[in-house]
């Protein structure tokens, strides 16, 4: 059937039109018909191939959606269903479109690598015939379900559709819906039967209205648009007057579902008015999929009917599409055609099948569960049964009370609940209440005055693109009873999503810290959010607070942000002198051991093969290490590390072993990474005590300490001469100290945040870059403030100065490129939230390399066009290490999960990849073949990376015949050494020693572990092995033999 839908007889076309564009913001890619189906023929044929099971997840591909059609439509005349479900509980097969490491099938479409993998999670699932895909029920009306939606039943849609909307090739077709939400799979089938355009954007885009109306209008020339009225009036007024609704517009069809049709009061436009917009509404449900009835509108009728003294401006649901019809029941079942009742959806043969029905038994009436009204045989949506109440003894429809308050034309957005008890109306923030409220009286009887009108800046959606009820019940939680916030209702707010955000269902103490109870840096930033719509204007220190000080803290900073305080922002540039940089001696500035230079390996051996990464040590520091490795080169030629961690330990490793030279205890956690001074003598510190820390690489001793006002999670940035220490402080200042005497030099306070990245300087020292929580960012020079700029959201990262630019990255994705003057050079925006630094590639022409909370490491040139992006498994907080191993240029990176990669500098390939068992903030540091990281699980790791078909031939065969020979060796020894005794040695654990005893009938060999050089033997009677102390016979020590001499081991 499938087949026959398609005409694959003429599946390939002359004209060869573009049928798939996506668009990234960024990066477009464009894909031909021809292409488009021929890798679809490709998919079905690799699927027959490999006879893989009938159901096939697309879920996971989420980089590359342009191939989304190819693989749909593969599947499909593979004889397959698709679907697009997380965690499905059924037989399917999944397409990722990143590596993984359990992948049982690899195919390449379109020059695009994808793995797939078959799970079995249910050996009694039924199997059903004809099915074109799955797809789960929104949810939103009860508990989701599974349907199997068969060719019969979505086909037909497609067909109507075409007709009704006279679809042809020259279209330009939205994908508004997510895969999972089935209004998706009518966007995918009419483009693909009409072989028109289909627009494909990521869901960030989706989440910018201004943006997103910009692209397709602007740059695609979007014609067709089916979505939900949420998704639609989320639109800016101004955005639809000037780019949708105009005299120019490329828009045809509106087709608005899956809710409630809003009010006429877009109906104003003259688009509409005229005729070049046509807009449609349309009504189904999940379990008959998509699309039962369809109703066009025209502008006359916004006015057409009064009946009963009220304006009746609502649109009904229409007319049955191909093969349906829409009946209306009252309780017993009987059909009505006057007045309330029960809406069904009819039809003999688009039969779906729900969960696990039997295909015996599928009914051909499903019940929407949605009341509906007959007027004159026109049938009118009037809500939910769900949403018909009682109160005060009367039914009350939730329904009837949002269409009358949009009757008053005041407002975009009315959506009633009941909570606790009370009937609550929300609107937009931008009504006039108290006019709204008047009109609206005058139209409800006293049951429909609702208990309280809430007014929202935003209406959640969910991922459908519908209203979000889940979430609203939350904001209805933290705001009810709200006129103005009082300290007690602030205090509310502030506990509920205190607790929504960290997690944690114990509501905060005064003395709570947010992120000790569990909150991170991304839910500090949503909280931030929700607190400024909350509080209805920017609070550029909350986030500062949040992280750093109590809930009491927080309380009192938003209630002086309530009472308005005339001076919270007021950013002044205070210093001790006026010269703000060292002398021009001292400016230039430290290159750290970290040094790309001392990274590159000259082996051969590792030009050719393939890399391994293996662990060689791992030292314990007792907890969570966050901060990044100092590595520093020894005269001897080997590594020492020096790291902190929470625990308050600062500690120096030999690189080589793993052992501890040296720890010392500082006053606090430690988050700040190290550096050394120029002689190598001092390593720099800062700590959560609010002091840096002055201290001997030697032997761990305190030189000095300085004291500033608040936690130093900043990493300091010494002078070239070494005279300077640059860093920043929680208490919102930028310090330069004296490094020989701990001495202040000057401070500067440039902007109301806390200063958590480290400061930067360009390469001759004349120019000191910083940035601070509250998204400012400045230059200094040695006459003081050069410039300074307000990005407005939080920096986390560190500044990159390089050639004649500055590179900073913020919380909102964007990384933002600026000249030395302070002019924008350049902006790229990344999928998601930018708390890694940047690192330089090795090669000329340089690239930046940066990690982000999307998932993906990023390869951007200078000027900030994107030259590669490679996804990970979680988001990334730490910076990638940029080296070079024999001739291959690559970087070593490693995501918040613990997943360590090493990629191909320039492709962004992956070449190997190593799992450490804990969440990880800290960056790699790579010296020769070694990669150096701390971890949460409280350790930090030296991995080697091996390279393996490099190897000779041989050399492995002769390694395994090497271990064979000694483990003879030791067990002939073994042998020996026990011959005098029928008795099997035996091996124990004693106290806390971990000594291991072998027992023999007259002597016992004892092991310290670790081992030290020499070992003892102690004469006891073997009974009395199972209680040996071997504290207990310290006195013998003197007489101790070289059992591993001995043994020769």
């Given at each position: 059937?499938?087949?026959?839908?398609?005409?694959?007889?003429?599946?390939?076309?002359?004209?060869?039109?573009?049928?798939?564009?996506?668009?990234?913001?960024?990066?477009?890619?464009?894909?031909?018909?021809?292409?488009?189906?021929?890798?679809?023929f490709q998919v079905s044929q690799i699927f027959k191939e490999n006879n893989l099971p009938?159901?096939?997840?697309?879920?996971?591909?989420?980089?590359?959606?342009?191939?989304?059609?190819?693989?749909?439509?593969?599947?499909?005349?593979?004889?397959?269903?698709?679907?697009?479900?997380?965690?499905?509980?059924?037989?399917?097969?999944?397409?990722?479109?990143?590596?993984?490491?359990n992948k049982d099938l690899e195919m390449e479409i379109l020059g695009i690598r994808l793995?797939?993998?078959?799970?079995?999670?249910?050996?009694?699932?039924?199997?059903?015939?004809?099915?074109?895909?799955?797809?789960?029920?929104?949810?939103?009306?009860?508990?989701?379900?599974?349907?199997?939606?068969?060719?019969?039943?979505?086909?037909?849609?497609?067909?109507?559709?075409?007709?009704?909307?006279?679809?042809?090739?020259?279209?330009?077709?939205?994908?508004?819906?997510?895969?999972?939400?089935?209004?998706?799979?009518?966007?995918?089938?009419?483009?693909?039967?009409?072989?028109?355009?289909?627009?494909?954007?990521?869901?960030?885009?989706?989440?910018?209205?201004?943006?997103?109306?910009?692209?397709?209008?602007?740059?695609?020339?979007?014609?067709?648009?089916?979505?939900?009225?949420?998704?639609?009036?989320?639109?800016?007024?101004?955005?639809?007057?000037?780019?949708?609704?105009?005299?120019?517009?490329?828009?045809?069809?509106?087709?608005?579902?899956?809710?409630?049709?809003?009010?006429?009061?877009?109906?104003?436009?003259?688009?509409?008015?005229?005729?070049?917009?046509?807009?449609?509404?349309?009504?189904?449900?999940?379990?008959?999929?998509?699309?039962?009835?369809?109703?066009?509108?025209?502008?006359?009728?916004?006015?057409?009917?009064?009946?009963?003294?009220?304006?009746?401006?609502?649109?009904?649901?229409?007319?049955?599409?191909?093969?349906?019809?829409?009946?209306?029941?009252?309780?017993?079942?009987?059909?009505?055609?006057?007045?309330?009742?029960?809406?069904?959806?009819?039809?003999?043969?688009?039969?779906?099948?729900?969960?696990?029905?039997?295909?015996?038994?599928?009914?051909?009436?499903?019940?929407?569960?949605?009341?509906?009204?007959?007027?004159?045989?026109?049938?009118?949506?009037?809500?939910?049964?769900?949403?018909?109440?009682?109160?005060?003894?009367?039914?009350?429809?939730?329904?009837?009370?949002?269409?009358?308050?949009?009757?008053?034309?005041?407002?975009?957005?009315?959506?009633?609940?009941?909570?606790?008890?009370?009937?609550?109306?929300?609107?937009?923030?931008?009504?006039?209440?108290?006019?709204?409220?008047?009109?609206?009286?005058?139209?409800?009887?006293?049951?429909?005055?609702?208990?309280?009108?809430?007014?929202?800046?935003?209406?959640?959606?969910?991922?459908?693109?519908?209203?979000?009820?889940?979430?609203?019940?939350?904001?209805?939680?933290?705001?009810?009873?709200?006129?103005?916030?009082?300290?007690?209702?602030?205090?509310?707010?502030?506990?509920?999503?205190?607790?929504?955000?960290?997690?944690?269902?114990?509501?905060?103490?005064?003395?709570?810290?947010?992120?000790?109870?569990?909150?991170?840096?991304?839910?500090?930033?949503?909280?931030?959010?929700?607190?400024?719509?909350?509080?209805?204007?920017?609070?550029?220190?909350?986030?500062?607070?949040?992280?750093?000080?109590?809930?009491?803290?927080?309380?009192?900073?938003?209630?002086?942000?309530?009472?308005?305080?005339?001076?919270?922002?007021?950013?002044?540039?205070?210093?001790?002198?006026?010269?703000?940089?060292?002398?021009?001696?001292?400016?230039?500035?430290?290159?750290?051991?970290?040094?790309?230079?001392?990274?590159?390996?000259?082996?051969?051996?590792?030009?050719?093969?393939?890399?391994?990464?293996?662990?060689?040590?791992?030292?314990?520091?007792?907890?969570?290490?966050?901060?990044?490795?100092?590595?520093?080169?020894?005269?001897?030629?080997?590594?020492?590390?020096?790291?902190?961690?929470?625990?308050?330990?600062?500690?120096?490793?030999?690189?080589?072993?793993?052992?501890?030279?040296?720890?010392?205890?500082?006053?606090?956690?430690?988050?700040?990474?190290?550096?050394?001074?120029?002689?190598?003598?001092?390593?720099?510190?800062?700590?959560?005590?609010?002091?840096?820390?002055?201290?001997?690489?030697?032997?761990?001793?305190?030189?000095?300490?300085?004291?500033?006002?608040?936690?130093?999670?900043?990493?300091?940035?010494?002078?070239?001469?070494?005279?300077?220490?640059?860093?920043?402080?929680?208490?919102?200042?930028?310090?330069?100290?004296?490094?020989?005497?701990?001495?202040?030099?000057?401070?500067?306070?440039?902007?109301?945040?806390?200063?958590?990245?480290?400061?930067?300087?360009?390469?001759?020292?004349?120019?000191?870059?910083?940035?601070?929580?509250?998204?400012?960012?400045?230059?200094?020079?040695?006459?003081?403030?050069?410039?300074?700029?307000?990005?407005?959201?939080?920096?986390?990262?560190?500044?990159?100065?390089?050639?004649?630019?500055?590179?900073?990255?913020?919380?909102?994705?964007?990384?933002?490129?600026?000249?030395?003057?302070?002019?924008?050079?350049?902006?790229?925006?990344?999928?998601?939230?930018?708390?890694?630094?940047?690192?330089?590639?090795?090669?000329?022409?340089?690239?930046?390399?940066?990690?982000?909370?999307?998932?993906?490491?990023?390869?951007?040139?200078?000027?900030?066009?994107?030259?590669?992006?490679?996804?990970?498994?979680?988001?990334?907080?730490?910076?990638?290490?940029?080296?070079?191993?024999?001739?291959?240029?690559?970087?070593?990176?490693?995501?918040?999960?613990?997943?360590?990669?090493?990629?191909?500098?320039?492709?962004?390939?992956?070449?190997?990849?190593?799992?450490?068992?804990?969440?990880?903030?800290?960056?790699?540091?790579?010296?020769?073949?070694?990669?150096?990281?701390?971890?949460?699980?409280?350790?930090?790791?030296?991995?080697?990376?091996?390279?393996?078909?490099?190897?000779?031939?041989?050399?492995?065969?002769?390694?395994?015949?090497?271990?064979?020979?000694?483990?003879?060796?030791?067990?002939?020894?073994?042998?020996?050494?026990?011959?005098?005794?029928?008795?099997?040695?035996?091996?124990?654990?004693?106290?806390?020693?971990?000594?291991?005893?072998?027992?023999?009938?007259?002597?016992?060999?004892?092991?310290?572990?670790?081992?030290?050089?020499?070992?003892?033997?102690?004469?006891?009677?073997?009974?009395?092995?199972?209680?040996?102390?071997?504290?207990?016979?310290?006195?013998?020590?003197?007489?101790?033999?070289?059992?591993?001499?001995?043994?020769?081991?």
């Amino acid at each position: 059937m499938f087949e026959d839908f398609i005409n694959l007889k003429g599946a390939f076309s002359e004209e060869d039109n573009i049928s798939i564009i996506y668009y990234d913001g960024i990066t477009e890619r464009k894909l031909s018909w021809n292409s488009v189906m021929s890798a679809s023929f490709q998919v079905s044929q690799i699927f027959k191939e490999n006879n893989l099971p009938n159901l096939v997840n697309v879920d996971p591909v989420k980089n590359n959606l342009e191939l989304l059609t190819s693989l749909i439509y593969g599947i499909n005349l593979s004889g397959r269903a698709w679907c697009s479900i997380s965690n499905p509980s059924l037989n399917c097969a999944t397409v990722y479109d990143y590596p993984i490491t359990n992948k049982d099938l690899e195919m390449e479409i379109l020059g695009i690598r994808l793995y797939i993998t078959i799970t079995a999670n249910k050996s009694n699932c039924k199997s059903y015939e004809n099915i074109a895909y799955v797809v789960s029920t929104s949810g939103t009306t009860g508990k989701s379900k599974i349907v199997h939606v068969t060719y019969n039943s979505i086909l037909p849609n497609i067909k109507d559709l075409k007709s009704i909307y006279n679809v042809t090739g020259k279209d330009v077709i939205f994908l508004a819906a997510p895969l999972s939400f089935d209004p998706a799979a009518v966007d995918i089938y009419l483009s693909l039967y009409t072989k028109s355009t289909l627009i494909i954007l990521p869901e960030i885009i989706k989440l910018n209205p201004s943006q997103l109306v910009q692209i397709l209008f602007q740059k695609y020339g979007t014609s067709i648009i089916q979505c939900t009225p949420s998704l639609f009036l989320s639109f800016p007024e101004t955005v639809l007057t000037s780019l949708v609704f105009f005299d120019k517009t490329t828009l045809r069809i509106l087709a608005l579902g899956g809710e409630a049709f809003p009010s006429f009061d877009f109906m104003r436009f003259g688009s509409i008015q005229e005729g070049r917009v046509s807009v449609f509404n349309l009504y189904g449900i999940t379990e008959m999929s998509c699309w039962a009835s369809i109703e066009k509108l025209c502008f006359e009728s916004g006015q057409r009917e009064v009946k009963r003294g009220k304006l009746h401006n609502e649109v009904s649901l229409g007319k049955g599409l191909s093969e349906t019809s829409l009946r209306l029941r009252d309780n017993t079942g009987e059909e009505i055609f006057h007045g309330f009742g029960e809406i069904f959806i009819e039809s003999a043969n688009r039969l779906c099948y729900v969960d696990d029905e039997d295909v015996e038994e599928v009914p051909s009436s499903r019940a929407t569960g949605d009341v509906g009204e007959l007027i004159n045989g026109k049938l009118y949506f009037r809500g939910r049964n769900d949403e018909i109440i009682k109160r005060f003894g009367r039914k009350v429809s939730i329904t009837k009370l949002e269409s009358l308050a949009l009757e008053t034309g005041l407002v975009q957005f009315a959506v009633g609940l009941i909570y606790g008890g009370k009937l609550y109306l929300l609107i937009n923030e931008n009504t006039e209440k108290k006019e709204f409220m008047r009109i609206l009286l005058g139209k409800l009887d006293s049951y429909h005055v609702p208990d309280h009108v809430l007014q929202l800046r935003n209406f959640p959606r969910t991922a459908h693109g519908k209203l979000d009820m889940k979430a609203l019940h939350k904001v209805i939680e933290s705001q009810k009873n709200l006129v103005v916030p009082s300290s007690d209702e602030l205090k509310s707010f502030l506990q509920t999503h205190w607790c929504l955000y960290s997690r944690n269902d114990i509501p905060p103490k005064m003395e709570d810290n947010f992120i000790l109870v569990g909150g991170n840096s991304i839910s500090c930033i949503q909280l931030a959010t929700v607190a400024e719509e909350f509080i209805g204007q920017p609070c550029p220190e909350f986030l500062d607070i949040l992280m750093n000080k109590s809930f009491e803290d927080i309380l009192d900073y938003l209630a002086l942000i309530l009472k308005d305080i005339s001076d919270s922002n007021k950013p002044a540039i205070s210093t001790y002198q006026t010269n703000l940089l060292p002398s021009p001696r001292e400016r230039q500035f430290l290159e750290l051991f970290r040094s790309k230079n001392d990274c590159a390996i000259f082996d051969e051996n590792y030009s050719d093969g393939s890399l391994v990464i293996m662990e060689e040590w791992s030292c314990n520091m007792n907890k969570c290490v966050d901060a990044s490795p100092l590595l520093v080169k020894t005269h001897e030629n080997y590594p020492v590390i020096f790291i902190g961690s929470h625990s308050k330990e600062f500690s120096a490793i030999n690189g080589l072993t793993g052992e501890k030279l040296w720890t010392t205890n500082l006053g606090g956690r430690i988050e700040s990474s190290a550096a050394i001074s120029k002689c190598g003598k001092i390593i720099y510190i800062g700590c959560y005590d609010g002091n840096l820390y002055a201290i001997s690489s030697i032997n761990g001793s305190i030189l000095w300490e300085f004291k500033t006002d608040g936690e130093i999670k900043s990493s300091p940035f010494v002078s070239n001469c070494g005279k300077s220490v640059f860093f920043g402080s929680h208490d919102k200042y930028l310090y330069s100290v004296c490094t020989k005497f701990g001495k202040l030099k000057w401070k500067v306070k440039y902007g109301n945040g806390s200063v958590f990245s480290s400061p930067a300087a360009t390469c001759d020292g004349a120019l000191l870059f910083s940035g601070s929580l509250d998204g400012t960012v400045s230059c200094i020079n040695s006459e003081g403030e050069k410039w300074k700029k307000k990005l407005g959201n939080p920096i986390f990262s560190s500044p990159l100065p390089f050639d004649d630019v500055v590179v900073f990255g913020c919380v909102d994705g964007c990384i933002y490129g600026f000249d030395f003057a302070g002019n924008e050079v350049f902006k790229f925006f990344a999928s998601g939230p930018i708390f890694s630094s940047f690192c330089l590639t090795t090669n000329s022409p340089r690239k930046i390399l940066f990690g982000s909370h999307d998932f993906h490491l990023y390869c951007i040139k200078p000027e900030g066009s994107q030259v590669w992006k490679h996804r990970f498994n979680s988001p990334i907080y730490s910076t990638p290490f940029a080296f070079k191993l024999g001739s291959r240029e690559l970087t070593a990176a490693v995501s918040t999960s613990g997943e360590l990669r090493l990629l191909n500098a320039n492709s962004g390939d992956c070449l190997a990849t190593y799992s450490l068992s804990g969440e990880v903030f800290s960056s790699p540091v790579v010296w020769a073949n070694k990669i150096f990281v701390g971890c949460r699980n409280n350790m930090v790791y030296c991995l080697s990376i091996k390279g393996t078909e490099s190897l000779h031939p041989l050399k492995g065969l002769f390694l395994a015949a090497g271990l064979l020979l000694t483990v003879i060796i030791i067990f002939i020894i073994c042998q020996f050494l026990c011959s005098k005794t029928n008795e099997i040695p035996r091996v124990r654990t004693i106290n806390r020693q971990r000594a291991e005893i072998y027992v023999t009938d007259n002597s016992a060999f004892v092991f310290k572990d670790p081992p030290p050089p020499y070992s003892v033997i102690i004469d006891v009677p073997p009974p009395a092995y199972d209680s040996i102390d071997i504290d207990n016979y310290s006195n013998l020590l003197p007489k101790k033999i070289d059992l591993q001499t001995k043994m020769g081991i």
